[in-house]
């Protein structure tokens, strides 16, 4: 397990190094410059500028010295938000997303897995119709539509919520359903999906054959083996529920790291595109190792040994 | 002796597209006390129906329960609501599946698996349970059960996850053991490990069995009477003897010529039954052997033979062996048995 986990990690650590190098020259790649503006400024200023972020060094050169920094854990100052260091901005704002995020993936999880298993425990009856035709209601309709619908409905004429911001938990319920929404349809499907063919398996008889409940069956016998896919789902889910959902940040004005991260971008602010893009890198590989190590706890006949998954 | 299970005219269907498959018809039979009973038939004729059923097991829908009563020491378990079933299973009807591979919980150790049923019905402590786990490890043959008991499915044999299916078939002392097909999935060695221990099991806890098999071989070797089904009917019973020394129906005789025999000469062929067993969507009129049946008479294809008595505990369900037949003096029953 220790060689496996070290494995992956290495293999994190290249895959980190050149995800840096192709952000770094797609960036540089793309015509303008974060010090761009409309104001006129002199040609001085300009190079004055260009000389204090080292922007006027051959692109080879500040390759080198974002690395050598990197290394030394400096994500460099942000060349459009007044000094901030990178890394300050994105703990800041990535408070709000993970807190948001990880409202959400419970919410999604919880949900999820209570619709799929209520479908699967009645096929085809009226309350999973009822679940499933929720489900594809929420996987259809995009986030951006039932975030603003909450708002006009729940916010605006019953008042019953605050229709932006983050500040009192209660705020919390109208972004987390628009942010779950589709994950928990996606979920409820994957559960039924897999339940439905666990039930009818073999072990499944053997326990009712003890005479267990129905709901016991359920619960200590079918749920454990229905969970895989869902594991593996969770490793996606996280990585992009946490690092913020750009949209609903937006329509719930929540000052979270998607909007930075856009906002870093269309500013060509370099050292904020560079440090969220190895930030939102280093979480998702992160999820995704936290995924394979809950994959071996849910199911005892994946043993991992020097990284092949063994019988 | 007491019976201690009674099926009383058992049908039971399938509703599929197109039709109704009768996978059981009008099966009648009862096991005795301490007693083993198999039933043998080819593929497709109903046994695991039919102790699917006793354990109230078939999915309903598809499946139905058409007629019929199945009493256990009395009770008729067809009446049961689930809740009161859930009593039976496990505590008085103890089941063992076909394929060791597959039933058992792969996510949930040995352990547990047999303690489940001990918690359930006789609501031992967690230490109790364990205790007896071990014992039953111990019981069924299998080796270190201090470390054995914490392991997993995948870490067992087929042969010693078989085991492990008796030992919680077992684990409630069970009046009856409802065994289908223990043996098929396993390889020919571990086949003798498993039906010895089978054997030496009722010996000691005189528990009834009903062992299903294509196997006549195995009957031999544990069961004191068969049962032999056939498109959904019992065709014919009786002791083990009279049903290897002195078979009535064509099938029967056709299922012993199709078993090696040991006085056999090398060269000998086996004699196949050949033909396919009837469609049971529609089920023919009359006899359901009929079609494959070297002596079939007219009558075997318009009306289904009646239970006919040969001794005290064999009968059978042939025209060959009807009365009239007999006292007509017809020799197509024994030209058939030549
Ligand atoms: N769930 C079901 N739906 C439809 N038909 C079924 C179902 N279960 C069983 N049958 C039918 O019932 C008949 C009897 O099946 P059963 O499983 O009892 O046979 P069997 O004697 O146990 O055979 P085998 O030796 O192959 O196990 C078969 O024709 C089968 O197709
Ligand atoms: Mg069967």
Redesign the interface.
Known sequence: MIRYVLKKFMFMLMSLFFLITATFVLMNAVPGSPLQSEKATSEQIQKNLEAYYGLDKPLIVQYGVYLKNLVQGDLGISMKKKFQAVDKIIGDSFKYSLKLGLVSIVTSVVVGCILGIISAMYHRKFLDNFSMILAVIGLSIPSLVIAPVLQYLLAVKIEAFEVAGLNRPMDYVLPTIALSAASIAFIARLIRSTMIEVLN???I??????????HLIVW??AL??SMLPVVTFLGFLMANVITGSVVIEKIFAIPGLGKFFVESVSNRDYPLIMGITIFYAVILMISRLLADIAYVL????IRISGGKAG? | MKSILDVQNLSVSFAVYGGEVQAVRDVSFDVKEGEAVAIVGESGSGKSVTAQTIMRLIQTPPGKIKKGKVFLDGQDLMSLSEKEMQKVRGNKIGMIFQDPMTSLNPTMTVGKQIMEGLIQHQSLSGAKANERVLELLTLVGIPNPETRINQYPHQFSGGMRQRVMIAIALACTPALLIADEPTTALDVTIQAQILTLMKDLQEKTKTSIILITHDLGIVADICDRVIVMYAGQIVETGTKHEIFSNPQHPYTKGLLKSLPRLDQAKDEPLIPIFGTPPDLIKPPQGCGFCSRCDSAMRICETEIPEQTKISDTQSVRCWLQHPYAKEQGSDAGKEASA
């Open positions: 398996s073999d072990f008889k053997t326990a009712k054959s003890k005479g267990l409940a129905g200590r016998h454990r083996n849910v199911d005892p006949r019988k």
